[in-house]
């Protein structure tokens, strides 16, 4: 029999648990102060709106301030953060939160109608020019289009005499226009990273799905051949006699099953650099980066452990089988999954609740399984 003295995968606290997705931090400073950890392009682009930016509120707040409209000044600062935020978010690649996002535009709406109640109508021919950028950002020629918007901020400035005059208010608009641009787009970002989630995850486990194995394991299989001492490893595992458990206890028995064995490998996960998804009805992957063959097999082990003590049903009789493949130079992803098939085939073969890792298989087994070309499984268990 297996080992069963495995010791348990800890569980993390909740504020150990990277939820940075929906966090809401202000990070202008680093926007400002360390911009050369962003991509080349990102950055002229960052530092130019940035620069603008700060040309045109920071008078502008003192303008409202000079004006006794301290509602606005507060207005202008924090919108100044807002608009930096949105900015910072939405060129790091990184899903927009929502909240920020309606406040951008929230905010920048309330901006709006004031310059509109203050009468500045022919500001409003910005806005085609601002959705435009918005628009053309990302692509190679939101550098020129930058320049070209800043000079036209200039000239107003310029040809203003006053330097607290009607000029701040074109180039406010510009801003407030672009805010709400940014604000549009961050909650179109937003609901597609949403949308793109969830296409990727399967809903009754919470767990990521085929799609995202996919993904992932091309991706393992690019950065292995970049870096090939990076050790790469699947963990294929598979509910021992599910089709009895669901015939004893029913379906929806069947369904807690599987709810809690995605709980383990969601525990496996926060370990870090592990990837727990649902493959199938009854079939889990673990994809692992940095586990060398032993350390790997030993968490397979741990997970097997686990699931026995969850006590799923009343008579303890959940179990699963589990087989542990490393990614070999010449590997496809078909191989890959397929060694790590024949080795759950030989865990089943070997009495189940237990675990085979591909160094453990005979030599005919691996080379049958190295030779096949397309990946099926094995369904025809003993
Ligand atoms: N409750 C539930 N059952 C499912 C789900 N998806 C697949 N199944 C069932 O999982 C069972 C899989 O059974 P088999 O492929 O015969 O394998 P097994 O009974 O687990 O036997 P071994 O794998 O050989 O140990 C089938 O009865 C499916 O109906 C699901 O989402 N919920």
Redesign the pocket.
């Known amino acids: 029999m297996p080992d069963s003295k495995s010791r348990s995968i800890p569980l993390k606290s909740g504020s150990e648990k990277n939820n940075t997705n929906f966090e809401f931090q202000i990070d202008l400073w680093a926007l400002l102060s360390s911009p050369d950890k962003l991509p080349e392009s990102q950055q002229k682009v960052i530092l130019l709106v940035s620069v603008a930016a700060f040309l045109v509120i920071i008078p502008s707040t003192m303008y409202h301030y000079n004006q006794g409209q301290i509602l606005l000044t507060v207005l202008d600062a924090i919108f100044l953060l807002v608009v930096g935020y949105s900015l910072y978010q939405y060129f790091r690649k990184t899903p927009l939160p929502l909240p920020p996002a309606i406040f951008t535009v929230t905010l920048s709406a309330i901006l709006l109608s004031n310059i509109y109640v203050q009468g500045v109508p022919s500001s409003y021919w910005l806005f085609p020019m601002i959705m435009g950028h918005a628009i053309v950002v990302k692509k190679s020629i939101s550098l020129p289009y930058n320049l070209i918007m800043i000079t036209i901020g200039g000239f107003l400035l310029y040809n203003n005499t006053g330097i607290f005059g009607i000029a701040f208010e074109f180039v406010g608009a510009a801003l407030v226009l672009m805010g709400i641009s940014y604000g549009i787009l961050a909650i179109l970002l937003n609901l597609q990273h949403r949308l793109s989630i969830q296409s990727k995850s399967d809903s ?1 486990t919470g767990l990521k799905n085929r799609r995202y194995m996919s993904e992932q394991i091309t991706q393992a299989m690019t950065d292995f051949l970049d870096n090939p001492e990076s050790a790469y490893g699947v963990v294929m595992l ?7 458990i ?1 015939d004893e206890y029913g ?1 929806a028995q ?2 807690n099953v ?1 709810i809690g064995i995605a709980s383990v490998l969601n525990r496996a996960e926060e370990l870090g650099n592990i990837k727990a998804m649902r493959i199938g ?2 079939e889990f992957l673990l994809l692992a980066k940095g586990f060398q063959p032993s350390p790997l097999k030993r968490l397979a082990e741990t997970v097997r452990v686990d699931v026995e003590k969850l006590n799923l049903l009343p008579d303890n009789s959940v179990t699963i ?1 589990a087989g542990v493949a490393m990614l070999e130079l010449g590997f496809d992803e078909s191989k890959w999954l397929k060694l790590a098939d024949t080795c759950l085939y030989e865990a ?1 073969r070997g009495g ?1 609740n237990q675990v085979v890792s591909s160094n453990e298989i005979d030599e005919a087994l691996l080379a049958s399984a190295l030779n096949e070309n397309s990946y099926h499984r094995c ?1 025809s ?1 003993a």
């Not at 598979?238 to 009895?244: E, Q, S």
Request: hydrophobic residues 30%; positive net charge; without cysteine.
């Open positions: 009754l598979d509910v021992d006699l599910f089709k009895a669901n379906h069947g369904d599987l009805g009854e089988s089943k189940r369904k268990r």
